[in-house]
């Protein structure tokens, strides 16, 4: 009995959202607030050299200017700087620490006051003096100096010699330019002074404690001086997972003043924080005679700062994708100096497999294959990194359910050939692949007299729907209406949960509800065993249920008790579990999810305007816990897939080493305007190895594959192929 798991069950906090009660990080009072501005570099590179903060501290209301002269003190190792998700590489970056400049945009100072509006006009009145150093911000100018980092992916057979003797080759450069995070909610901390050095810190992340460890870590405090609370998040997509700076600092200002402080970013501050690194992808695809693969090597030369090695896996998807007998995969950083670059939506597969499925569209060409037809020849059944199956990949439904639904069949192959009024039509498609991961977490369940419960777990909800498909998760294994469901999650005192990234929390925090329910159901049956002629004295635990407010006999419904009579007998009125999941070890599969992106694009062909106006993107990824906000994760991936395509693109002044396009004016994401017709399908993929649950999560797989299928139906509708990103008008004139 599953009413609620797999439904489309509306947000359980929607109305909160809408309504505006759902409080963020930025939003939370004191009554003895204070507001800090933060003050940033212009300067890449160097030393501060003097400021003069006189004037700012005369203006009314300026309680105070922090900088590294006179902040409080903070830890001195590498070390205490290090939260759950670092780089293992590296000395992390520690805003205010001292005189040395990094990159352009760090925060050098923090000003005090009333109100934010005071902060922020003192802070312009803050002179400062450096002195500057050489730098370099361009991936180009420094790719010969990047350094390969050891990467999983296993090398086989000899990919060199098999490209020299392949049929057919396709080798070429691909670009992805850095890309900067956009969520909605600007990133901020509020941090509460609770008197007596504690503190609550309202903070916008993705993991409240990997956020509490690090700043008691930071601050040198005591686990329980501070707690930090993320209630609701409006957006991350990865650039919460590692605390950022403005955390720190709003603490570290909270400290100073012994009084509580808000610190909200603006928008072209957060340009100086993490972002998609820039990457230069290079692809050599061989292929025999019969139109499959013989050969494929990957390289990727991928931005990180001076002072972290942050890298993810670009290269290796194709040992996932496509069976060939010889492979090799390379993977390089280079040194810039700017921020260490982060995680954004399937970090390292977003761009890698960008790269790859635009390679093998251009083999396809090459091939005069169908390209759909060139990814069935080369279909590999297993991980060819690990030579082992998956737990199960429902791929080729993908491919047929997505073409079936596109309309694949009626597709000209031939470029330019099709066409709608003054407009070309292009039609093409990749594939996807991300990973299935599952992570330790617990859960707590209070399960009161009157048929309610209480969830709680310390996981964030980033905007993804944890607090829905906990809720439906719980009234399932609990057998109570959803309403009677209250999910508590994102508060550093609860119970242990990794922080909300890579798609592992549906799966993780899913198993770790049952897995408490099923410990609440086992003192239900305890307790009603004792019950003098219980109907289900001689009823083991396996054999029993909770549906309808009762425990139940599987073999015979009419053997149930209520919750109320069994805890009523019980002389209780609530019982409290808190379990965490288990997954049983398995070298033996491989995990993933995949999908089949196609792509309809129509181009003005004097203008070179392009518009995506149609997407299917046909997704496989295990049990589908709720239909409508599954949806909404893959079409918002599908969305900033266009946007990776066609918009995206912090671009730098070199010269100075700045970004110039530091605001949403400038910085393109998709708009209304942009986004047209997008069909999201979800192929039936039952899956009973992963875990019990068959679930593999799906926040991130909905975006890889969608830029290379427009790429690919940009080629198709004009015959031009634009290999770095985003495809704007000018290039498209350009590579005619
Ligand atoms: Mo995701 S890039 O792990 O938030």
Same mark, same amino acid.
């Given at each position: 009995?599953?009413?609620?798991?797999?439904?489309?069950?509306?947000?359980?906090?929607?109305?909160? *959202?809408?309504?505006?009660?759902?409080?963020?990080?930025?939003?939370?009072?004191?009554?003895?607030?204070?507001?800090?501005?933060?003050?940033?570099?212009?300067?890449?590179?160097?030393?501060?050299?003097?400021?003069?903060?006189?004037?700012?501290?005369?203006?009314?209301?300026?309680?105070?200017?922090?900088?590294?002269?006179?902040?409080?003190?903070?830890?001195?190792?590498?070390?205490?700087?290090?939260?759950?998700?670092?780089?293992?590489?590296?000395?992390?970056?520690?805003?205010?620490?001292?005189?040395?400049?990094?990159?352009?945009?760090?925060?050098?100072?923090?000003?005090?006051?009333?109100?934010?509006?005071?902060?922020?006009?003192?802070?312009?009145?803050?002179?400062?003096?450096?002195?500057?150093? @050489?730098?370099?911000?361009?991936?180009?100018?420094?790719?010969?100096?990047?350094?390969?980092?050891?990467?999983?992916?296993?090398?086989?057979?000899? @990919?060199?010699? #098999?490209?020299?003797?392949?049929?057919?080759?396709?080798?070429?450069?691909?670009?992805?330019?850095?890309?900067?995070?956009?969520?909605?909610?600007?990133?901020?901390?509020?941090?509460?002074?609770?008197?007596?050095?504690?503190?609550?810190?309202?903070?916008?992340?993705?993991?409240?404690?990997?956020?509490?460890?690090?700043?008691?870590?930071?601050?040198?405090?005591?686990?329980?001086?501070?707690?930090?609370?993320?209630?609701?998040?409006?957006?991350?997509?990865?650039?919460?997972?590692?605390?950022?700076?403005?955390?720190?600092?709003?603490?570290?200002?909270?400290?100073?003043?012994?009084?509580?402080?808000?610190?909200?970013?603006?928008?072209?501050?957060?340009?100086?924080?993490?972002?998609?690194?820039?990457?230069?992808?290079?692809?050599?695809?061989?292929?025999?005679?019969?139109?499959?693969?013989?050969?494929?090597?990957?390289? @990727?030369?991928?931005?990180?700062?001076?002072?972290?090695?942050?890298?993810?896996?670009?290269?290796?998807?194709?040992?996932?994708?496509?069976?060939?007998?010889?492979?090799?995969?390379?993977?390089?950083?280079?040194?810039?100096?700017?921020?260490?670059?982060?995680?954004?939506?399937?970090?390292?597969?977003?761009?890698?497999?960008?790269?790859?499925?635009?390679?093998?569209?251009?083999?396809?060409?090459?091939?005069?294959?169908?390209?759909?037809?060139?990814?069935?020849?080369?279909?590999?059944?297993?991980?060819?990194?690990?030579?082992?199956?998956?737990?199960?990949?429902?791929?080729?439904?993908?491919?047929?359910?997505?073409?079936?639904?596109?309309?694949?069949?009626?597709?000209?192959?031939?470029?330019?050939?099709?066409?709608?009024?003054?407009?070309?039509?292009?039609?093409?498609?990749?594939?996807?692949?991300?990973?299935?991961?599952?992570?330790?977490?617990?859960?707590?369940?209070?399960?009161?007299?009157?048929?309610?419960?209480?969830?709680?777990?310390?996981?964030?909800?980033?905007?993804?729907?944890?607090?829905?498909?906990?809720?439906?998760? #719980?009234?399932?294994?609990?057998?109570?209406?959803?309403?009677? %469901?209250?999910?508590?999650?994102?508060?550093?005192?609860?119970?242990?949960?990794?922080?909300?990234?890579?798609?592992?929390?549906?799966?993780? #925090?899913?198993?770790?509800?049952?897995?408490?329910?099923?410990?609440?159901?086992?003192?239900?049956?305890?307790?009603?065993?004792?019950?003098?002629?219980?109907?289900?004295?001689?009823?083991?635990?396996?054999?029993?249920?909770?549906?309808?407010?009762?425990?139940?006999?599987?073999?015979?419904?009419?053997?149930?008790?209520?919750?109320?009579?069994?805890?009523?007998?019980?002389?209780?009125?609530?019982?409290? *579990?808190?379990?965490?999941?288990?997954?049983?070890?398995?070298?033996?599969?491989?995990?993933?999810?995949?999908?089949?992106?196609?792509?309809?694009?129509?181009?003005?062909?004097?203008?070179?305007?392009?518009?995506?106006?149609?997407?299917?993107? #046909?997704?496989?990824?295990?049990?589908?816990?709720?239909?409508?906000?599954?949806?909404?994760?893959?079409?918002?991936?599908?969305?900033?897939? %266009?946007?990776?395509?066609?918009?995206?693109?912090?671009?730098?002044?070199?010269?100075?080493?700045?970004?110039?396009?530091?605001?949403?004016?400038?910085?393109?994401?998709?708009?209304?305007?942009?986004?047209?017709?997008?069909?999201?399908?979800?192929?039936?993929?039952?899956? *009973?190895?992963?875990?019990?649950?068959?679930?593999?999560?799906?926040?991130?797989?909905?975006?890889?594959?969608?830029?290379?299928?427009?790429?690919?139906?940009?080629?198709?509708?004009?015959?031009?192929?634009?290999?770095?990103?985003?495809?704007?008008?000018?290039?498209?004139?350009?590579?005619?």
């Amino acid at each position: 009995m599953a009413p609620y798991i797999g439904t489309a069950t509306s947000r359980v906090d929607g109305r909160a *959202k809408v309504t505006g009660e759902a409080k963020y990080a930025g939003e939370f009072k004191a009554p003895d607030l204070a507001y800090g501005f933060v003050i940033e570099s212009t300067v890449p590179k160097g030393r501060i050299t003097h400021i003069d903060a006189g004037e700012a501290l005369r203006v009314e209301g300026v309680i105070d200017v922090l900088t590294h002269k006179n902040r409080p003190r903070m830890a001195g190792t590498d070390k205490a700087w290090k939260d759950d998700v670092a780089p293992e590489e590296g000395s992390p970056f520690r805003p205010l620490y001292g005189d040395s400049i990094k990159f352009s945009g760090q925060p050098i100072a923090l000003v005090l006051a009333e109100e934010w509006e005071i902060a922020r006009y003192a802070a312009s009145l803050v002179r400062i003096e450096y002195e500057e150093q @050489a730098f370099v911000t361009d991936l180009y100018q420094q790719r010969d100096q990047a350094f390969a980092v050891a990467k999983p992916d296993k090398p086989h057979g000899d @990919a060199g010699r #098999a490209f020299m003797a392949a049929a057919v080759r396709h080798e070429a450069e691909y670009f992805i330019p850095t890309e900067h995070h956009n969520p909605m909610e600007l990133f901020a901390s509020t941090a509460i002074w609770d008197g007596d050095g504690k503190l609550t810190v309202y903070d916008k992340t993705q993991g409240v404690q990997n956020v509490q460890r690090y700043l008691c870590s930071v601050f040198e405090k005591k686990p329980d001086e501070v707690r930090v609370m993320s209630p609701f998040v409006g957006g991350a997509f990865g650039l919460g997972l590692r605390p950022q700076y403005q955390v720190v600092l709003a603490m570290l200002g909270a400290l100073a003043l012994q009084r509580s402080v808000r610190l909200v970013l603006t928008r072209g501050q957060m340009y100086g924080l993490g972002h998609r690194p820039a990457t230069i992808e290079r692809l050599a695809l061989g292929a025999k005679a019969d139109g499959t693969l013989d050969s494929v090597s990957h390289e @990727a030369i991928a931005v990180t700062s001076q002072f972290e090695e942050f890298s993810r896996n670009d290269t290796g998807w194709a040992a996932l994708l496509y069976k060939s007998a010889n492979a090799k995969y390379v993977h390089r950083l280079a040194r810039l100096d700017v921020p260490t670059s982060c995680d954004m939506r399937a970090p390292g597969a977003a761009t890698g497999v960008y790269a790859l499925e635009s390679a093998m569209d251009e083999l396809a060409v090459a091939l005069k294959l169908d390209p759909i037809e060139l990814r069935l020849r080369c279909y590999s059944d297993r991980d060819q990194n690990e030579d082992v199956p998956y737990t199960s990949k429902q791929l080729r439904e993908c491919y047929r359910q997505g073409a079936e639904t596109f309309g694949w069949g009626k597709r000209n192959p031939e470029p330019r050939s099709m066409r709608d009024g003054s407009e070309l039509v292009g039609w093409g498609m990749a594939s996807g692949v991300w990973e299935a991961l599952q992570m330790p977490a617990a859960a707590r369940i209070v399960l009161t007299a009157n048929g309610h419960a209480e969830v709680f777990c310390a996981a964030s909800d980033i905007g993804t729907g944890t607090y829905t498909i906990l809720a439906q998760v #719980a009234a399932d294994a609990l057998g109570l209406p959803i309403e009677n %469901i209250n999910v508590k999650l994102g508060d550093s005192t609860l119970p242990q949960a990794p922080v909300e990234g890579g798609s592992w929390m549906a799966a993780s #925090a899913s198993h770790a509800v049952v897995a408490t329910a099923d410990e609440v159901r086992k003192e239900l049956l305890t307790l009603a065993s004792t019950i003098k002629g219980s109907p289900l004295g001689k009823t083991s635990l396996e054999d029993t249920t909770l549906v309808g407010g009762q425990i139940v006999s599987k073999r015979d419904t009419s053997l149930a008790i209520s919750i109320a009579d069994v805890m009523r007998h019980g002389a209780i009125d609530r019982i409290e *579990k808190e379990k965490t999941n288990s997954f049983p070890e398995d070298s033996e599969h491989a995990r993933n999810t995949h999908s089949a992106v196609f792509a309809e694009v129509k181009v003005d062909e004097q203008l070179g305007v392009i518009r995506v106006t149609r997407i299917v993107n #046909a997704v496989a990824a295990g049990r589908i816990l709720n239909a409508k906000t599954a949806h909404s994760q893959v079409m918002g991936g599908v969305v900033w897939g %266009i946007g990776m395509a066609l918009h995206e693109e912090t671009l730098f002044d070199h010269r100075f080493g700045r970004v110039m396009n530091a605001n949403i004016a400038e910085y393109h994401v998709p708009v209304n305007a942009d986004v047209h017709e997008i069909t999201v399908i979800f192929v039936d993929e039952p899956d *009973k190895i992963i875990n019990p649950m068959g679930i593999k999560g799906l926040g991130e797989i909905g975006i890889v594959g969608v830029a290379a299928a427009i790429a690919n139906a940009v080629y198709h509708a004009t015959g031009k192929r634009v290999r770095d990103l985003p495809i704007t008008l000018d290039k498209l004139h350009r590579s005619a």
